[in-house]
């Protein structure tokens, strides 16, 4: 079947999914030439079966809460591909959850897994809980409902949940401890877990840091420097807290940072302590940052980030955060550089305005895999019962892991014609691996 076929059948079978067949729609424009090279894929139906999960499992998640009133939310996992590996991919709680969501994540999640060179396959899952103003007992009945449920499905060497748009430490605790009652068993099977009781070093920075290692190679190659540069990341969650702490310890100036509310703009650099006790420890809106902050600004709505002008813009927050509009804007404000900290936050028609200018793009699945390629040595120092000291991690995280898919990126990019599309580049390269392990292990 032609990858046309293939992308209208997409459609026609998982309609209302918007973000889903954009996801699939970028990832086989990019490996049509793959195909031409390689008839038997498309013999051995490799696409066909690669756009549609092995597993897709929808739950109710009932809970109660603090006023006794019954609440019911929706759960998802969807297992997407094993070729490689145990499912792999985290657990997002958001209203704006459903399936075409988890979909284009999990299926994203497939070619990022691989490009890290670590043995893990793709899936997602999560809720449309919304932790938002819900207090810590809430959401403890929400994580174990939710697990009560989910363990039936998962284990160490079968699918291992992390954490994404509102799961975080606390979340993942209070799963862990409903699996461990439930099954009677200390395992890997959750990523992101405490230092305590088995979590890794590194992992709560691993994808801000490992973006910037990865923004640093694009870097190198254009002859320009970090040090110095004027930088806006948007979200202020895990990815883009960690991402702007490392631009600060490399020299760069963070400006600017956003919440779904609003973004805030300090000109002398951004407070990141600040940020963090507002986000991390007290859950408050980014609005709040001018209480210690008081020469700051605060400009109501997210989108306006892109409007401030910087030389690297990171789209850290959340799916097509960037639209076509956004992306001329930092063109015409003189942006060098844009690495993709969140999944899919430039839509297809942002995407070219950058490949057309000469931005130098960093697509989520290679520039955001530091985080699922950490929680890979997690699941690596659990099955040891070993833990690795934070410099071993994060050395690996950047030489072992960003560096590598860089490389192979613009690798795959430069021997199909394309010098410099690391869209085509990390897809490709992405593509390759799972689609030898699918072709070798027969019709599965
Ligand atoms: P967090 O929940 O820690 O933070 C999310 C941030 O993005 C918050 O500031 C949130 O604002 C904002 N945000 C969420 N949804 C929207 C929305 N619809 N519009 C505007 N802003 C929004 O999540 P993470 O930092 O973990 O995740 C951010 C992105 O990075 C996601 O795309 C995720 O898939 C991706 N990612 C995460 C990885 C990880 O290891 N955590 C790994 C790789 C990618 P508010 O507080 O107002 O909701
Ligand atoms: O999108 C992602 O790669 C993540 N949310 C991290 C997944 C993981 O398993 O650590």
């Not at 009945?141 to 430490?169: N, W, Y």
């Not at 993942?172 to 099977?189: A, S, W």
């Not at 300090?266 to 991390?280: N, T």
């Amino acid at each position: 079947m032609s990858v046309k076929k293939i992308l209208e059948d997409v459609i026609k079978r998982n309609p209302n999914e918007p973000e889903f067949h954009q996801a699939v729609e970028e990832v086989l424009e990019s490996i049509a030439p793959v195909l031409e090279k390689h008839p038997e894929y498309k013999e051995a139906g490799i696409v066909e079966r690669l756009v549609e999960p092995e597993r897709q499992i929808l739950f109710r998640v009932p809970w109660m809460d603090d006023s006794g009133k019954v609440q019911i939310n929706r759960g998802f996992r969807v297992e997407f591909n094993s070729a490689i590996g145990p499912y792999k991919g985290g657990l997002r709680f958001h209203p704006s959850v459903y399936i075409g969501i988890i979909k284009f994540l999990g299926f994203e999640q497939i070619f990022k897994n691989s490009l890290t060179g670590l043995m893990m396959g793709g899936g997602k899952g999560g809720s449309d809980f919304d932790p938002k103003g819900k207090s810590d007992n809430e959401v403890m009945k929400f994580c174990q409902s939710f697990m009560t449920e989910l363990q039936r499905h998962i284990g160490p060497d079968t699918d291992v949940p992390a954490g994404d748009i509102g799961v975080g430490g606390r979340e993942i605790g209070f799963m862990f401890g409903q699996y461990k009652r439930l099954r009677n068993e200390f395992t890997g099977v959750l990523t992101g877990k405490g230092l305590d009781w088995g979590g890794s070093l590194t992992r709560t920075e691993a994808t801000g840091y490992g973006l910037i290692y990865f923004l640093l190679q694009m870097l190198k190659d254009m002859g320009k420097e970090i040090k110095g540069a004027t930088v806006v990341s948007s979200g202020s969650g895990n990815v883009s807290i960690y991402a702007a702490q490392k631009c600060q310890q490399l020299g760069a100036k963070v400006v600017a940072m956003s919440d779904s509310n609003g973004y805030i703009y300090d000109a002398e650099g951004i407070d990141l302590k600040a940020v963090k006790q507002l986000k991390e420890v007290e859950r408050k809106r980014l609005k709040d940052y001018l209480k210690s902050r008081p020469k700051a600004q605060y400009v109501e709505g997210c989108s306006g980030i892109w409007n401030v002008k910087c030389d690297i813009a990171l789209p850290n927050a959340t799916q097509n955060e960037i639209n076509k509009k956004a992306a001329e804007t930092l063109v015409e404000n003189g942006v060098w550089a844009v690495a993709e900290g969140a999944n899919m936050p430039s839509t297809p028609d942002a995407i070219k305005v950058f490949l057309k200018n000469k931005v130098a793009f960093g697509p989520a699945k290679a520039a955001n895999a530091g985080g699922v390629a950490v929680s890979g040595l997690e699941m690596a120092q659990n099955s040891q019962r070993l833990s690795w000291l934070f410099e071993e991690v994060d050395e690996y995280l950047d030489k072992n892991i960003m560096q590598h898919i860089y490389r192979e990126a613009k690798k795959a990019a430069e021997e199909y014609g394309q010098p410099g599309n690391l869209v085509v580049g990390a897809n490709i390269a992405g593509f390759e691996k799972v689609a030898r392990a699918m072709y070798a292990q027969g019709l599965v």
